[in-house]
Protein backbone atom coordinates (compact mmCIF):
# COMPACT_ATOMS: atom_id res chain seq x y z
CA UNK A 1 0.00 0.00 0.00
CA UNK A 2 2.82 2.08 1.11
CA UNK A 3 4.94 2.83 -1.84
CA UNK A 4 8.51 5.55 -1.01
CA UNK A 5 6.64 8.52 -2.40
CA UNK A 6 4.21 8.63 0.82
CA UNK A 7 6.91 7.69 3.19
CA UNK A 8 9.44 10.50 4.42
CA UNK A 9 12.75 9.50 6.26
CA UNK A 10 13.40 12.09 9.14
CA UNK A 11 16.31 12.58 11.18
CA UNK A 12 16.61 14.70 14.48
CA UNK A 13 20.12 13.81 14.48
CA UNK A 14 20.04 10.74 17.01
CA UNK A 15 16.93 9.25 15.58
CA UNK A 16 15.51 7.84 12.40
CA UNK A 17 12.09 8.12 11.66
CA UNK A 18 9.63 6.66 8.95
CA UNK A 19 7.07 8.75 8.62
CA UNK A 20 4.39 7.44 6.03
CA UNK A 21 0.77 9.66 5.20
CA UNK A 22 -1.50 7.96 3.89
CA UNK A 23 -6.16 8.10 3.81
CA UNK A 24 -7.90 4.78 5.27
CA UNK A 25 -11.41 5.24 3.95
CA UNK A 26 -13.24 5.10 7.01
CA UNK A 27 -14.13 1.78 8.72
CA UNK A 28 -11.01 0.07 6.85
CA UNK A 29 -7.81 -1.30 8.98
CA UNK A 30 -4.61 -0.44 7.46
CA UNK A 31 -1.87 -2.61 8.20
CA UNK A 32 1.64 -2.06 8.36
CA UNK A 33 4.30 -4.78 8.09
CA UNK A 34 7.86 -3.58 8.99
CA UNK A 35 10.61 -5.40 7.79
CA UNK A 36 14.45 -4.96 9.14
CA UNK A 37 17.53 -6.63 8.29
CA UNK A 38 20.54 -6.13 10.72
CA UNK A 39 23.95 -7.03 9.81
CA UNK A 40 27.43 -5.68 11.03
CA UNK A 41 30.73 -5.63 9.92
CA UNK A 42 31.66 -7.66 12.38
CA UNK A 43 30.43 -10.38 10.23
CA UNK A 44 30.19 -8.52 6.94
CA UNK A 45 32.86 -6.88 4.78
CA UNK A 46 32.04 -3.22 4.73
CA UNK A 47 31.81 -2.53 1.05
CA UNK A 48 28.87 -5.21 1.02
CA UNK A 49 26.85 -4.37 3.76
CA UNK A 50 24.26 -2.25 2.23
CA UNK A 51 23.73 -4.97 -0.59
CA UNK A 52 24.13 -8.05 2.19
CA UNK A 53 21.32 -6.21 3.79
CA UNK A 54 19.38 -5.18 1.13
CA UNK A 55 18.85 -8.41 -0.23
CA UNK A 56 18.43 -10.32 3.36
CA UNK A 57 15.84 -7.55 3.52
CA UNK A 58 13.53 -8.43 0.14
CA UNK A 59 14.25 -12.35 1.39
CA UNK A 60 12.36 -11.48 4.06
CA UNK A 61 9.52 -9.59 2.23
CA UNK A 62 9.23 -12.32 -0.27
CA UNK A 63 8.99 -14.93 2.61
CA UNK A 64 5.91 -12.87 4.04
CA UNK A 65 5.14 -11.94 7.78
CA UNK A 66 2.98 -15.34 8.11
CA UNK A 67 6.02 -17.12 6.95
CA UNK A 68 8.09 -15.08 9.04
CA UNK A 69 5.79 -15.44 12.55
CA UNK A 70 5.58 -19.45 11.42
CA UNK A 71 9.32 -19.61 11.79
CA UNK A 72 9.31 -17.56 15.33
CA UNK A 73 6.51 -19.93 16.36
CA UNK A 74 8.32 -23.05 15.33
CA UNK A 75 11.70 -21.31 17.13
CA UNK A 76 10.06 -20.49 20.18
CA UNK A 77 8.16 -23.76 20.49
CA UNK A 78 10.96 -25.84 20.25
CA UNK A 79 12.80 -23.84 22.87
CA UNK A 80 9.80 -23.66 25.57
CA UNK A 81 9.63 -27.61 25.52
CA UNK A 82 13.40 -27.81 27.01
CA UNK A 83 13.54 -24.31 28.52
CA UNK A 84 10.46 -23.47 29.93
CA UNK A 85 9.84 -23.72 34.41
CA UNK A 86 6.66 -23.82 35.89
CA UNK A 87 5.83 -22.55 39.19
CA UNK A 88 2.61 -23.18 40.50
CA UNK A 89 0.60 -21.50 43.42
CA UNK A 90 2.33 -17.96 42.66
CA UNK A 91 1.27 -16.41 38.93
CA UNK A 92 3.69 -13.15 39.20
CA UNK A 93 6.71 -15.38 40.17
CA UNK A 94 5.71 -17.47 37.00
CA UNK A 95 5.16 -14.45 34.71
CA UNK A 96 8.76 -12.74 36.18
CA UNK A 97 10.33 -16.31 35.45
CA UNK A 98 8.85 -17.03 32.07
CA UNK A 99 9.98 -13.25 31.45
CA UNK A 100 13.80 -13.73 32.35
CA UNK A 101 13.80 -16.68 30.05
CA UNK A 102 12.36 -15.00 26.93
CA UNK A 103 14.89 -12.26 27.32
CA UNK A 104 17.85 -15.11 28.02
CA UNK A 105 16.79 -17.11 24.78
CA UNK A 106 16.32 -14.19 22.56
CA UNK A 107 19.98 -12.61 23.47
CA UNK A 108 21.62 -15.35 22.48
CA UNK A 109 23.52 -14.79 19.46
CA UNK A 110 24.41 -17.68 16.72
CA UNK A 111 27.39 -16.52 14.81
CA UNK A 112 30.55 -16.94 17.30
CA UNK A 113 31.30 -13.16 16.56
CA UNK A 114 28.98 -11.97 19.13
CA UNK A 115 28.13 -12.37 22.64
CA UNK A 116 25.32 -11.00 24.90
CA UNK A 117 25.50 -7.81 26.20
CA UNK A 118 24.95 -6.30 30.16
CA UNK A 119 21.44 -5.04 29.05
CA UNK A 120 20.77 -8.30 26.01
CA UNK A 121 18.95 -6.22 23.30
CA UNK A 122 17.09 -3.79 24.85
CA UNK A 123 19.08 -1.07 26.13
CA UNK A 124 22.26 1.06 26.17
CA UNK A 125 22.85 1.52 30.07
CA UNK A 126 26.45 -0.47 29.26
CA UNK A 127 26.45 0.13 25.83
CA UNK A 128 26.15 -3.46 24.37
CA UNK A 129 29.02 -4.38 26.37
CA UNK A 130 29.99 -7.90 27.47
CA UNK A 131 31.19 -8.46 30.83
CA UNK A 132 31.70 -12.09 33.40
CA UNK A 133 27.84 -11.63 33.18
CA UNK A 134 27.50 -13.80 30.23
CA UNK A 135 29.85 -16.61 31.48
CA UNK A 136 28.81 -16.42 35.21
CA UNK A 137 25.57 -15.67 34.94
CA UNK A 138 23.47 -15.94 31.99
CA UNK A 139 25.45 -18.90 30.09
CA UNK A 140 24.39 -21.74 32.63
CA UNK A 141 20.83 -21.53 31.49
CA UNK A 142 21.69 -22.07 27.97
CA UNK A 143 24.11 -24.79 29.17
CA UNK A 144 21.69 -26.61 31.42
CA UNK A 145 18.59 -26.36 28.43
CA UNK A 146 20.46 -25.90 24.82
CA UNK A 147 24.20 -26.40 25.01
CA UNK A 148 24.27 -25.63 21.44
CA UNK A 149 24.09 -22.20 22.09
CA UNK A 150 26.80 -21.70 24.52
CA UNK A 151 29.56 -22.52 22.36
CA UNK A 152 28.83 -19.13 19.84
CA UNK A 153 29.66 -17.48 23.28
CA UNK A 154 33.02 -19.33 23.62
CA UNK A 155 33.92 -18.44 20.23
CA UNK A 156 33.29 -15.16 20.59
CA UNK A 157 36.02 -15.39 23.60
CA UNK A 158 38.13 -17.10 21.11
CA UNK A 159 37.84 -15.05 18.38
CA UNK A 160 39.15 -12.05 20.62
CA UNK A 161 42.06 -14.10 21.93
CA UNK A 162 44.52 -11.76 20.54
CA UNK A 163 43.33 -8.49 21.27
CA UNK A 164 43.49 -10.30 25.09
CA UNK A 165 46.88 -10.84 24.17
CA UNK A 166 47.80 -6.89 23.08
CA UNK A 167 45.58 -6.13 26.64
CA UNK A 168 47.91 -8.04 28.63
CA UNK A 169 51.01 -6.39 26.99
CA UNK A 170 49.32 -2.91 27.18
CA UNK A 171 49.13 -3.84 31.22
CA UNK A 172 53.03 -4.94 31.01
CA UNK A 173 51.69 -8.29 31.45
CA UNK A 174 52.11 -11.52 29.51
CA UNK A 175 49.41 -13.88 28.09
CA UNK A 176 46.08 -12.75 27.52
CA UNK A 177 43.80 -10.77 29.44
CA UNK A 178 40.26 -10.02 28.47
CA UNK A 179 38.49 -6.89 28.89
CA UNK A 180 36.15 -6.26 31.39
CA UNK A 181 33.58 -4.16 29.36
CA UNK A 182 33.98 -4.70 25.89
CA UNK A 183 32.22 -5.13 22.77
CA UNK A 184 35.34 -6.04 20.00
CA UNK A 185 37.94 -5.89 22.31
CA UNK A 186 39.21 -2.75 23.54
CA UNK A 187 38.94 -2.14 27.58
CA UNK A 188 36.02 0.06 27.37
CA UNK A 189 35.31 0.73 31.52
CA UNK A 190 34.39 4.03 32.42
CA UNK A 191 36.17 3.27 35.99
CA UNK A 192 39.11 2.24 33.86
CA UNK A 193 41.53 0.80 36.66
CA UNK A 194 38.37 -0.82 38.50
CA UNK A 195 37.41 -2.41 35.28
CA UNK A 196 41.12 -3.27 34.59
CA UNK A 197 41.63 -5.21 37.87
CA UNK A 198 38.56 -7.48 37.46
CA UNK A 199 40.99 -9.68 36.62
CA UNK A 200 38.47 -12.63 37.61
CA UNK A 201 36.39 -12.56 34.80
CA UNK A 202 39.56 -14.72 33.26
CA UNK A 203 38.42 -17.22 35.48
CA UNK A 204 34.66 -16.66 35.10
CA UNK A 205 36.01 -17.87 31.02
CA UNK A 206 37.37 -20.64 32.07
CA UNK A 207 34.57 -21.58 34.39
CA UNK A 208 32.45 -21.42 31.41
CA UNK A 209 34.95 -23.44 29.03
CA UNK A 210 35.46 -26.31 31.65
CA UNK A 211 31.57 -26.44 32.33
CA UNK A 212 30.74 -26.52 28.61
CA UNK A 213 33.38 -29.34 27.64
CA UNK A 214 32.43 -31.32 30.70
CA UNK A 215 28.55 -31.37 29.42
CA UNK A 216 28.68 -31.81 25.97
CA UNK A 217 32.13 -33.64 25.97
CA UNK A 218 32.89 -31.19 22.98
CA UNK A 219 36.78 -32.04 22.99
CA UNK A 220 37.70 -30.85 19.73
CA UNK A 221 36.10 -27.75 21.61
CA UNK A 222 38.74 -27.86 24.29
CA UNK A 223 42.04 -29.10 21.75
CA UNK A 224 41.30 -26.18 19.11
CA UNK A 225 39.97 -23.18 21.21
CA UNK A 226 39.27 -23.48 25.09
CA UNK A 227 42.76 -24.48 25.56
CA UNK A 228 44.45 -21.93 24.55
CA UNK A 229 42.42 -19.61 26.22
CA UNK A 230 42.92 -21.37 29.47
CA UNK A 231 46.53 -21.44 28.88
CA UNK A 232 47.05 -17.48 27.79
CA UNK A 233 44.83 -16.58 30.94
CA UNK A 234 46.94 -18.82 33.36
CA UNK A 235 50.06 -16.95 32.01
CA UNK A 236 48.70 -13.83 32.59
CA UNK A 237 48.09 -14.50 35.95
CA UNK A 238 51.13 -16.29 36.94
CA UNK A 239 52.75 -13.28 36.32
CA UNK A 240 50.56 -10.54 37.66
CA UNK A 241 50.52 -12.70 40.84
CA UNK A 242 53.92 -12.86 42.87
CA UNK A 243 55.22 -15.36 45.99
CA UNK A 244 55.69 -12.89 48.51
CA UNK A 245 58.29 -13.29 50.94
CA UNK A 246 56.08 -11.22 53.77
CA UNK A 247 53.29 -13.69 53.30
CA UNK A 248 55.77 -16.90 53.92
CA UNK A 249 56.39 -17.49 49.78
CA UNK A 250 52.69 -17.87 49.62
CA UNK A 251 51.12 -16.82 45.79
CA UNK A 252 49.42 -13.70 46.44
CA UNK A 253 47.75 -10.97 43.80
CA UNK A 254 47.80 -7.26 44.94
CA UNK A 255 46.01 -4.33 42.90
CA UNK A 256 42.37 -6.22 42.17
CA UNK A 257 39.68 -5.61 41.87
CA UNK A 258 37.16 -8.73 43.19
CA UNK A 259 33.18 -9.04 42.62
CA UNK A 260 32.82 -6.25 45.11
CA UNK A 261 33.07 -3.29 42.60
CA UNK A 262 33.77 -0.81 45.89
CA UNK A 263 36.95 -2.18 47.14
CA UNK A 264 38.83 -0.97 43.93
CA UNK A 265 42.36 -2.23 43.76
CA UNK A 266 43.01 -4.29 47.58
CA UNK A 267 45.01 -7.19 47.62
CA UNK A 268 44.07 -10.62 48.04
CA UNK A 269 40.60 -10.63 47.56
CA UNK A 270 39.79 -14.19 48.32
CA UNK A 271 37.02 -15.21 45.62
CA UNK A 272 39.86 -13.92 43.19
CA UNK A 273 42.98 -15.87 44.75
CA UNK A 274 40.72 -19.19 45.12
CA UNK A 275 39.62 -18.72 41.47
CA UNK A 276 42.83 -18.44 39.89
CA UNK A 277 44.34 -21.39 42.38
CA UNK A 278 41.14 -23.71 40.66
CA UNK A 279 42.36 -21.79 36.92
CA UNK A 280 45.87 -22.80 37.78
CA UNK A 281 45.16 -26.74 38.22
CA UNK A 282 42.58 -26.67 35.32
CA UNK A 283 45.46 -25.03 33.30
CA UNK A 284 47.91 -28.12 34.30
CA UNK A 285 45.29 -30.28 33.69
CA UNK A 286 44.20 -29.06 30.36
CA UNK A 287 48.40 -28.68 29.39
CA UNK A 288 49.06 -32.67 30.71
CA UNK A 289 45.89 -34.32 28.70
CA UNK A 290 47.07 -32.48 25.27
CA UNK A 291 50.51 -33.02 25.80
CA UNK A 292 50.09 -36.68 26.37
CA UNK A 293 47.07 -37.27 24.24
CA UNK A 294 48.00 -34.94 20.91
CA UNK A 295 51.33 -34.47 21.55
CA UNK A 296 51.60 -32.63 17.58
CA UNK A 297 48.78 -30.64 18.88
CA UNK A 298 50.41 -29.81 21.75
CA UNK A 299 53.72 -29.19 20.51
CA UNK A 300 51.63 -26.70 17.69
CA UNK A 301 50.03 -24.99 20.18
CA UNK A 302 53.11 -24.41 22.65
CA UNK A 303 55.05 -23.16 19.72
CA UNK A 304 52.59 -20.81 18.60
CA UNK A 305 52.51 -18.70 21.96
CA UNK A 306 56.03 -19.70 22.88
CA UNK A 307 54.95 -21.71 25.96
CA UNK A 308 57.78 -23.30 28.21
CA UNK A 309 57.60 -26.16 30.36
CA UNK A 310 58.91 -24.57 33.24
CA UNK A 311 55.52 -22.21 32.91
CA UNK A 312 53.54 -25.31 34.01
CA UNK A 313 55.67 -25.90 37.12
CA UNK A 314 54.72 -22.44 38.00
CA UNK A 315 50.77 -22.68 37.92
CA UNK A 316 51.28 -25.75 39.55
CA UNK A 317 53.17 -23.79 42.26
CA UNK A 318 51.23 -20.55 42.62
CA UNK A 319 48.28 -23.54 42.80
CA UNK A 320 49.84 -25.14 46.29
CA UNK A 321 51.24 -22.10 47.75
CA UNK A 322 48.22 -19.72 46.89
CA UNK A 323 47.89 -17.55 49.82
CA UNK A 324 44.01 -17.10 50.59
CA UNK A 325 42.92 -15.40 52.91
CA UNK A 326 40.74 -16.56 56.33
CA UNK A 327 40.30 -14.66 60.00
CA UNK A 328 40.65 -18.14 62.50
CA UNK A 329 39.10 -15.49 64.99
CA UNK A 330 36.09 -15.20 62.78
CA UNK A 331 36.07 -18.28 61.20
CA UNK A 332 34.97 -16.80 58.17
CA UNK A 333 36.99 -15.98 54.50
CA UNK A 334 38.40 -12.46 54.40
CA UNK A 335 36.70 -10.70 51.71
CA UNK A 336 40.36 -9.28 51.01
CA UNK A 337 43.55 -8.45 53.04
CA UNK A 338 41.57 -4.77 54.14
CA UNK A 339 38.15 -5.69 54.51
CA UNK A 340 37.90 -6.43 58.22
CA UNK A 341 39.81 -3.37 58.84
CA UNK A 342 38.03 -1.42 57.47
CA UNK A 343 35.56 1.44 59.45
CA UNK A 344 32.31 -0.74 60.47
CA UNK A 345 29.01 0.58 59.21
CA UNK A 346 25.68 1.12 60.37
CA UNK A 347 23.44 -0.30 57.78
CA UNK A 348 20.73 1.19 59.07
CA UNK A 349 21.93 4.60 57.23
CA UNK A 350 22.75 2.78 53.80
CA UNK A 351 20.79 2.74 51.26
CA UNK A 352 20.16 -0.79 49.79
CA UNK A 353 19.82 -1.40 46.42
CA UNK A 354 22.03 1.54 45.49
CA UNK A 355 25.27 1.71 44.19
CA UNK A 356 26.16 3.69 46.48
CA UNK A 357 29.08 4.80 44.52
CA UNK A 358 27.06 7.55 43.65
CA UNK A 359 26.83 8.99 47.06
CA UNK A 360 30.22 8.75 48.38
CA UNK A 361 34.28 10.30 47.21
CA UNK A 362 35.54 7.40 46.50
CA UNK A 363 37.76 7.85 49.41
CA UNK A 364 35.44 7.59 52.19
CA UNK A 365 33.84 4.67 50.02
CA UNK A 366 37.43 2.49 50.15
CA UNK A 367 37.22 3.27 54.14
CA UNK A 368 33.64 1.89 54.54
CA UNK A 369 32.89 -2.04 55.60
CA UNK A 370 30.44 -2.76 52.99
CA UNK A 371 30.30 -4.54 49.84
CA UNK A 372 28.13 -4.28 46.75
CA UNK A 373 27.63 -7.94 45.76
CA UNK A 374 28.04 -10.98 46.40
CA UNK A 375 31.96 -11.56 46.50
CA UNK A 376 32.76 -14.29 49.53
CA UNK A 377 29.10 -15.31 49.23
CA UNK A 378 29.34 -16.00 45.82
CA UNK A 379 32.42 -18.32 46.32
CA UNK A 380 30.49 -20.22 48.58
CA UNK A 381 28.27 -20.76 45.84
CA UNK A 382 30.70 -20.90 42.53
CA UNK A 383 32.99 -23.29 44.63
CA UNK A 384 30.87 -24.70 47.04
CA UNK A 385 32.74 -28.35 47.26
CA UNK A 386 35.24 -26.39 48.86
CA UNK A 387 33.55 -25.03 51.77
CA UNK A 388 31.27 -27.17 54.84
CA UNK A 389 27.71 -26.05 55.13
CA UNK A 390 28.78 -24.71 58.31
CA UNK A 391 31.75 -22.37 56.22
CA UNK A 392 28.92 -21.10 53.87
CA UNK A 393 26.64 -19.92 57.07
CA UNK A 394 29.73 -18.20 59.07
CA UNK A 395 30.31 -16.00 56.08
CA UNK A 396 26.78 -15.43 54.46
CA UNK A 397 25.73 -14.35 58.58
CA UNK A 398 29.11 -12.59 58.42
CA UNK A 399 28.62 -10.83 54.82
CA UNK A 400 24.89 -10.47 54.16
CA UNK A 401 24.29 -8.05 57.05
CA UNK A 402 27.20 -5.86 55.09
CA UNK A 403 26.41 -5.86 51.66
CA UNK A 404 24.35 -3.25 49.93
CA UNK A 405 23.19 -5.41 46.85
CA UNK A 406 23.87 -2.44 45.03
CA UNK A 407 24.21 -4.46 42.21
CA UNK A 408 21.33 -6.60 40.42
CA UNK A 409 23.85 -9.65 40.63
CA UNK A 410 23.63 -10.07 43.97
CA UNK A 411 20.18 -10.91 45.21
CA UNK A 412 20.21 -14.19 43.10
CA UNK A 413 23.43 -15.55 44.64
CA UNK A 414 21.76 -14.69 48.27
CA UNK A 415 18.76 -16.35 47.19
CA UNK A 416 21.23 -19.64 46.43
CA UNK A 417 23.26 -19.71 48.86
CA UNK A 418 20.45 -18.72 51.51
CA UNK A 419 18.54 -21.75 49.97
CA UNK A 420 21.29 -24.08 50.73
CA UNK A 421 22.77 -23.08 54.10
CA UNK A 422 18.60 -23.55 55.39
CA UNK A 423 17.41 -19.63 55.47
CA UNK A 424 14.06 -20.23 53.67
CA UNK A 425 12.99 -16.46 54.75
CA UNK A 426 16.12 -15.14 52.88
CA UNK A 427 15.91 -17.19 49.74
CA UNK A 428 12.37 -16.60 48.74
CA UNK A 429 12.87 -12.70 49.57
CA UNK A 430 16.20 -12.77 47.83
CA UNK A 431 14.28 -14.58 44.51
CA UNK A 432 11.46 -12.42 44.22
CA UNK A 433 13.91 -9.42 44.37
CA UNK A 434 15.63 -10.80 41.51
CA UNK A 435 12.78 -12.17 39.68
CA UNK A 436 11.23 -8.70 39.42
CA UNK A 437 13.95 -6.61 39.09
CA UNK A 438 13.34 -5.53 35.45
CA UNK A 439 9.38 -6.53 35.48
CA UNK A 440 8.70 -4.08 38.15
CA UNK A 441 11.55 -2.01 37.52
CA UNK A 442 13.15 -2.57 40.83
CA UNK A 443 16.52 -0.18 40.37
CA UNK A 444 14.16 2.14 38.38
CA UNK A 445 16.63 2.13 35.68
CA UNK A 446 15.04 -0.74 33.24
CA UNK A 447 14.08 1.77 31.00
CA UNK A 448 17.96 1.65 30.15
CA UNK A 449 17.86 -2.25 29.75
CA UNK A 450 16.77 -5.14 31.11
CA UNK A 451 19.54 -6.89 33.96
CA UNK A 452 20.49 -9.43 31.51
CA UNK A 453 23.06 -11.35 34.75
CA UNK A 454 19.95 -10.73 37.19
CA UNK A 455 17.76 -12.41 34.97
CA UNK A 456 19.62 -15.22 34.44
CA UNK A 457 20.42 -15.06 38.43
CA UNK A 458 16.83 -15.29 38.66
CA UNK A 459 16.86 -19.26 36.82
CA UNK A 460 19.84 -20.03 38.90
CA UNK A 461 18.33 -19.31 42.21
CA UNK A 462 14.98 -21.72 41.16
CA UNK A 463 17.41 -24.06 39.74
CA UNK A 464 20.84 -24.33 42.39
CA UNK A 465 18.86 -22.70 45.40
CA UNK A 466 15.49 -24.23 45.63
CA UNK A 467 16.35 -27.39 43.39
CA UNK A 468 19.82 -27.16 45.20
CA UNK A 469 21.78 -28.50 41.76
CA UNK A 470 24.94 -28.71 42.31
CA UNK A 471 27.36 -29.94 39.76
CA UNK A 472 30.64 -30.11 40.67
CA UNK A 473 33.40 -32.53 39.37
CA UNK A 474 32.26 -35.15 41.98
CA UNK A 475 28.93 -35.71 39.84
CA UNK A 476 24.76 -34.39 39.82
CA UNK A 477 23.31 -33.49 42.94
CA UNK A 478 19.90 -31.78 43.82
CA UNK A 479 18.70 -30.49 47.13
CA UNK A 480 15.20 -30.18 46.61
CA UNK A 481 13.52 -27.50 48.87
CA UNK A 482 10.11 -25.59 48.47
CA UNK A 483 9.64 -21.96 49.20
CA UNK A 484 5.93 -21.35 51.61
CA UNK A 485 4.93 -19.21 49.10
CA UNK A 486 4.43 -21.91 46.10
CA UNK A 487 2.60 -25.03 45.80
CA UNK A 488 5.49 -26.46 43.32
CA UNK A 489 7.49 -25.81 40.62
CA UNK A 490 9.28 -27.39 37.45
CA UNK A 491 12.27 -27.91 35.59
CA UNK A 492 14.05 -29.68 33.15
CA UNK A 493 18.00 -30.21 33.12
CA UNK A 494 20.47 -31.39 30.33
CA UNK A 495 23.11 -32.95 31.82
CA UNK A 496 25.71 -34.77 29.92
CA UNK A 497 23.08 -36.06 27.41
CA UNK A 498 20.15 -37.05 29.67
CA UNK A 499 17.56 -34.50 29.97
CA UNK A 500 16.13 -34.75 33.06
CA UNK A 501 12.85 -33.11 34.61
CA UNK A 502 12.51 -32.25 38.33
CA UNK A 503 8.52 -31.50 39.82
CA UNK A 504 9.12 -30.54 43.49
CA UNK A 505 5.77 -30.64 45.11
CA UNK A 506 5.28 -30.12 49.70
CA UNK A 507 5.02 -34.22 49.10
CA UNK A 508 8.50 -34.53 47.52
CA UNK A 509 10.60 -34.27 44.56
CA UNK A 510 10.05 -36.71 41.15
CA UNK A 511 12.85 -36.80 38.84
CA UNK A 512 12.08 -38.15 35.34
CA UNK A 513 14.09 -39.32 32.30
CA UNK A 514 12.79 -36.95 29.43
CA UNK A 515 15.03 -38.33 27.09
CA UNK A 516 18.98 -39.35 27.07
CA UNK A 517 20.65 -42.23 28.06
CA UNK A 518 20.76 -43.47 32.14
CA UNK A 519 21.78 -41.03 34.21
CA UNK A 520 22.66 -41.35 38.37
CA UNK A 521 22.82 -38.60 40.54
CA UNK A 522 22.20 -37.41 44.31
CA UNK A 523 18.85 -36.06 45.71
CA UNK A 524 19.06 -34.91 49.59
CA UNK A 525 21.55 -37.66 50.16
CA UNK A 526 19.77 -40.47 48.26
CA UNK A 527 21.22 -41.89 45.22
CA UNK A 528 18.88 -41.78 42.04
CA UNK A 529 19.12 -43.64 38.69
CA UNK A 530 17.09 -43.07 35.82
CA UNK A 531 16.79 -45.12 32.92
CA UNK A 532 14.85 -45.83 29.55
CA UNK A 533 13.13 -48.76 31.33
CA UNK A 534 12.55 -47.01 34.31
CA UNK A 535 12.49 -43.22 33.49
CA UNK A 536 10.65 -42.19 36.74
CA UNK A 537 11.76 -41.98 40.45
CA UNK A 538 10.73 -40.43 43.84
CA UNK A 539 12.67 -38.50 46.59
CA UNK A 540 12.64 -36.39 49.70
CA UNK A 541 13.11 -33.13 50.04
CA UNK A 542 16.13 -31.79 52.29
CA UNK A 543 15.57 -30.36 54.63
CA UNK A 544 18.28 -28.08 55.36
CA UNK A 545 18.99 -27.26 58.87
CA UNK A 546 18.69 -23.23 59.37
CA UNK A 547 17.52 -20.54 61.50
CA UNK A 548 13.97 -20.41 62.01
CA UNK A 549 12.14 -17.15 62.15
O1 LIG B 1 29.24 -7.16 35.60
C1 LIG B 1 28.44 -6.37 36.40
C2 LIG B 1 29.17 -6.09 37.70
O2 LIG B 1 29.44 -7.27 38.42
C3 LIG B 1 28.35 -5.18 38.57
N1 LIG B 1 28.06 -3.94 37.86
C4 LIG B 1 27.34 -4.14 36.62
C5 LIG B 1 28.10 -5.08 35.68
C6 LIG B 1 27.28 -5.32 34.41
O3 LIG B 1 26.08 -5.98 34.70
Same mark, same amino acid.
Given at each position: ??G %????E???????L??R?????PK??????D? *????????? /?V?ED??S????????????????????Q?A????????G?????G??S?????????F *?LR????????????AN??? $????????F?????Y????????D????????????????????????? %??? $? #???????????????V?????A???????????????????G???????H????????? /??????G??? !?????????N?????????CA?N?????????Q????????I *????R?E????????? $??????P?? /?ET??????????????E??????????????????????????I?E??H???????Q?A?????????????D????????A?????????????S??????S?????????????????Q?? /?M????????? #????????? $??TW?A?V???????????????? !??????????????L????R????VT????T??????? #??????????????? %????????? #?????R??
Open positions: VL %ESNALVSDGENTDFTVSVGQTLTLK *HAAVYTNIE /RELVVARNGLMEAVGDGFDALVAEEFWARHWAVDCEIDCPDQQALRFSL *HQSAPKDGRHSIGGLT $GDKYCGHVWDTEMISPYLLYTPATVRPLLMYRYHLLDSARQRAREM %EGV $G #ALYSWNSISGEECGVYEAATEYHLLCAIATAIARYVRQTDEVFLRHGAEIVLETA /RFFADRKFI !PARGGQFCIAVCGPDEYGVNNCYTNTMVWHFRLACR *HDRLDHPEMFEALA $GRIGLREE /RWQRAADLMYLPYSALGIQEQDDSFLTLDPVDMSKVPLNTDRHHPLNLWRMVKQADVVLLMFVQGQFSVEQKRNYDFYEPRTCHGSLSACIHIVASEIGYADHAYHFFHSA /RDIHDFKNNT #AAGVHSACL $GGLLFGFGGMRDHETGLRFA !PTLPAQWTGYRFQVYQGSIGVAREGAYRLVEGP #AVRFESAGAEVALSP %EKPEAKASL #ARPEGTE
